[in-house]
């Protein structure tokens, strides 16, 4: 079953300067999100992945944060498998 050996791979952080001015968010560095490129409904975050591509890119910065790396992974996973199921997800 897909997906099978999923890739996982840092971005680095946005800055704060560019967070704030795409958002009027301030956040101190490291900001804790990456861009989000297109089709992602958000902006940015602290990781994402592509139903198309077998790579869940995240936050540099999220690797040491002790136990939150593992329950950003284990979310974007979940979006993996919930969609190689047939889950609509949108609501994610």
């Known amino acids: 079953?897909?997906?099978h050996q999923p890739l996982v791979a840092a971005r680095s952080d946005v800055s704060s300067s560019v967070l704030l001015a795409a958002t009027g968010?301030?956040?101190?560095?490291?900001a804790g999100l990456i861009a989000c490129p297109h089709p992602c409904n958000v902006r940015h975050a602290p990781a994402y992945?592509?139903?198309?591509?077998?790579?869940?890119?995240?936050?540099?910065s999220?690797?040491?944060d002790g136990d939150n790396f593992s329950v950003?992974?284990?979310?974007?996973?979940?979006?993996?498998?919930?969609?190689?199921l047939?889950?609509?997800?949108?609501?994610?």
């Open 62 to 64: 999220w690797e040491f």
């Open 25 to 30: 968010d301030y956040r101190a560095d490291p």
């Open 49 to 60: 992945w592509f139903y198309q591509q077998p790579l869940t890119r995240y936050a540099a």
């Open 72 to 84: 950003i992974l284990q979310y974007e996973f979940e979006n993996q498998i919930l969609s190689n």
């Open 1 to 3: 079953m897909v997906p």
């Open 86 to 92: 047939g889950y609509d997800m949108k609501w994610r």
